[in-house]
T-cell receptor
């Protein structure tokens, strides 16, 4: 069964260091989401791609966060420099399309980031 | 702004009983999609059920069904014959246009459901 792959599963980093997360969506899925989930809360959207284009990054802290999906397939989310408040689970999800049939998002297992 | 409210932070249910999780949302859009997702402890989020706002018939998936009240902007999830494996966080979410040709998938804060043997 096709899955959304994320790596690493866990990451511990010191504050002010750079950290990067990788996501490989389900093959053929044009829409890719990055969410941040603080323990015990719901996911909050950071950035949304349609193919290689960013369609929504209004909640992305652009002074320290960046995201790319250069060939419209896999994606990287970077934080530089990391802050203590960035400790959270970072979830990647993909969907076949952003509207109509196939809008349901499939999630990866996430990357749990701890900033010390 | 699109918002999703889950008013029950935690719930519990006896095994084999029925439980209903509440969700309300706010949007000015007429066409949208609604979802319930399940996140078991330390495991990934999976889709439970999906409802299209233009369909009046409530969606059903085996033991899971929804009560969709469009006028009231309510979308509750009913779990029948609860099983221990249903223990998880449940998130209500909806997908709406968010302007300039984009669409946003917004989640509620979740309800932690515990199934008691």
């Amino acid at each position: 069964e096709a899955e959304v792959a994320q790596s690493p599963r866990y990451k511990i980093t010191e504050k002010s260091q750079a950290v990067a997360f990788w996501c490989d969506p389900i093959s053929g899925h044009a829409t890719l989401y990055w969410y941040r989930q603080i323990l015990g809360q719901g996911p909050e959207l950071l950035v949304q791609f349609q193919d290689e284009s960013v369609v929504d990054d209004s909640q992305l802290p652009k002074d320290r966060f960046s995201a790319e999906r250069l060939k419209g397939v896999d994606s990287t989310l970077k934080i530089q420099p990391a802050e203590l408040g960035d400790s959270a689970m970072y979830l990647c999800a993909s969907s076949l399309s952003f509207w109509g049939p196939g809008t349901e998002a499939f999630f990866g297992q996430g990357t749990r980031l701890t900033v010390v | 702004a699109q918002t999703v409210t889950q008013s029950q932070p935690e719930m519990s249910v006896q095994e084999a009983e029925t439980v209903t999780l509440s969700c309300t949302y706010d949007t000015s859009e007429n066409n949208y999609y609604l979802f319930w997702y399940k996140q078991p402890p330390s495991r990934q989020m999976i889709l439970v059920i999906r409802q299209e706002a233009y369909k009046q018939q409530n969606a059903t998936e085996n033991r899971f069904s929804v009560n969709f009240q469009k006028a009231a902007k309510s979308f509750s999830l009913k779990i029948s014959d609860s099983q221990l494996g249903d223990t998880a966080m449940y998130f209500c979410a909806f997908l709406t246009p968010s302007g300039a040709g984009s669409y946003q998938l917004t989640f509620g804060k979740g309800t932690k459901l515990s199934v008691i043997p």
